[in-house]
Protein backbone atom coordinates (compact mmCIF):
# COMPACT_ATOMS: atom_id res chain seq x y z
CA UNK A 1 0.00 0.00 0.00
CA UNK A 2 1.35 3.51 -0.97
CA UNK A 3 2.45 5.64 2.09
CA UNK A 4 0.12 8.31 1.58
CA UNK A 5 -2.76 5.72 1.43
CA UNK A 6 -1.77 3.48 4.50
CA UNK A 7 -1.83 7.44 6.31
CA UNK A 8 -5.31 8.45 5.46
CA UNK A 9 -6.29 4.61 6.16
CA UNK A 10 -5.16 5.01 9.99
CA UNK A 11 -6.93 8.66 10.23
CA UNK A 12 -10.19 7.40 8.85
CA UNK A 13 -13.02 5.62 9.84
CA UNK A 14 -12.18 2.10 7.91
CA UNK A 15 -8.89 1.43 10.18
CA UNK A 16 -11.62 0.79 13.09
CA UNK A 17 -9.43 3.66 15.11
CA UNK A 18 -10.05 6.77 14.43
CA UNK A 19 -13.99 7.20 14.92
CA UNK A 20 -15.46 9.18 12.29
CA UNK A 21 -11.94 10.00 11.21
CA UNK A 22 -11.49 12.48 8.22
CA UNK A 23 -7.85 11.08 6.50
CA UNK A 24 -6.09 13.70 8.00
CA UNK A 25 -4.87 15.40 11.33
CA UNK A 26 -3.52 18.61 11.75
CA UNK A 27 -1.78 19.71 14.99
CA UNK A 28 -4.12 21.31 17.30
CA UNK A 29 -6.94 18.76 16.23
CA UNK A 30 -9.02 17.07 19.17
CA UNK A 31 -9.85 12.99 17.78
CA UNK A 32 -11.66 9.85 19.19
CA UNK A 33 -9.68 7.04 19.19
CA UNK A 34 -10.64 3.22 20.03
CA UNK A 35 -8.11 1.73 22.06
CA UNK A 36 -10.53 -0.94 23.49
CA UNK A 37 -14.14 -2.28 22.61
CA UNK A 38 -15.69 0.75 24.67
CA UNK A 39 -16.49 3.79 23.70
CA UNK A 40 -13.75 6.33 22.18
CA UNK A 41 -11.59 8.37 24.21
CA UNK A 42 -10.52 12.07 23.29
CA UNK A 43 -6.91 12.24 22.09
CA UNK A 44 -5.38 16.01 20.88
CA UNK A 45 -2.79 15.56 18.13
CA UNK A 46 0.76 16.93 19.27
CA UNK A 47 2.37 15.88 15.96
CA UNK A 48 1.52 15.71 12.21
CA UNK A 49 4.26 15.17 9.86
CA UNK A 50 1.94 14.33 7.15
CA UNK A 51 2.54 9.82 5.45
CA UNK A 52 5.48 9.95 8.49
CA UNK A 53 4.54 9.99 11.82
CA UNK A 54 1.31 11.27 14.27
CA UNK A 55 1.77 12.18 17.95
CA UNK A 56 -1.50 11.71 20.32
CA UNK A 57 -1.71 13.11 23.41
CA UNK A 58 -4.84 11.37 25.99
CA UNK A 59 -5.95 13.98 28.20
CA UNK A 60 -7.84 11.48 30.06
CA UNK A 61 -5.11 8.61 30.32
CA UNK A 62 -3.02 11.28 32.59
CA UNK A 63 -1.51 12.36 29.57
CA UNK A 64 -0.67 9.01 28.09
CA UNK A 65 1.38 9.57 24.16
CA UNK A 66 1.06 7.57 21.56
CA UNK A 67 3.05 8.16 18.73
CA UNK A 68 2.55 5.91 15.26
CA UNK A 69 5.31 6.15 13.15
CA UNK A 70 6.20 4.91 9.39
CA UNK A 71 9.06 4.67 9.06
CA UNK A 72 11.91 3.53 5.73
CA UNK A 73 11.92 5.42 2.53
CA UNK A 74 9.15 5.85 -0.25
CA UNK A 75 6.50 3.27 -0.21
CA UNK A 76 8.77 0.81 1.51
CA UNK A 77 8.01 1.23 5.09
CA UNK A 78 6.92 -0.87 8.31
CA UNK A 79 5.14 0.90 11.34
CA UNK A 80 5.88 1.79 14.67
CA UNK A 81 3.73 2.19 17.49
CA UNK A 82 4.58 3.67 20.88
CA UNK A 83 2.40 4.37 23.45
CA UNK A 84 3.64 5.81 26.88
CA UNK A 85 1.38 5.54 29.79
CA UNK A 86 2.40 6.80 32.88
CA UNK A 87 0.49 5.18 35.59
CA UNK A 88 1.52 1.16 36.50
CA UNK A 89 -2.04 0.38 36.84
CA UNK A 90 -3.26 2.02 33.62
CA UNK A 91 -0.77 0.76 31.52
CA UNK A 92 -1.12 -2.77 32.40
CA UNK A 93 -5.09 -2.47 31.77
CA UNK A 94 -4.13 -1.13 28.56
CA UNK A 95 -1.45 -2.59 26.72
CA UNK A 96 -3.34 -5.62 25.32
CA UNK A 97 -6.42 -3.57 24.21
CA UNK A 98 -3.83 -1.00 22.34
CA UNK A 99 -1.86 -3.62 21.10
CA UNK A 100 -5.57 -5.42 19.70
CA UNK A 101 -5.99 -2.07 18.19
CA UNK A 102 -2.87 -1.65 16.29
CA UNK A 103 -3.79 -5.20 15.05
CA UNK A 104 -7.07 -3.74 13.87
CA UNK A 105 -5.52 -1.38 11.69
CA UNK A 106 -3.51 -3.81 9.53
CA UNK A 107 -6.18 -6.30 9.78
CA UNK A 108 -8.75 -4.01 8.40
CA UNK A 109 -6.47 -3.82 5.52
CA UNK A 110 -7.33 -6.79 3.79
CA UNK A 111 -11.04 -6.47 4.13
Known amino acids: MPRHEFWK ?7 GFVANGSGSATVGDSLQVRLDAGAPISAVVELSVVDHGLGLRFPSL ?14 KFHVGYWLSVY ?25
Request: glycine fraction near 4%; charged fraction near 35%; aromatic fraction near 4%.
Open 87 to 111: DDAQAKALEGPAKAAFRRIHDSLTR
Open 62 to 75: SDALLFIEMEGKKD
Open 9 to 15: HVLSESS
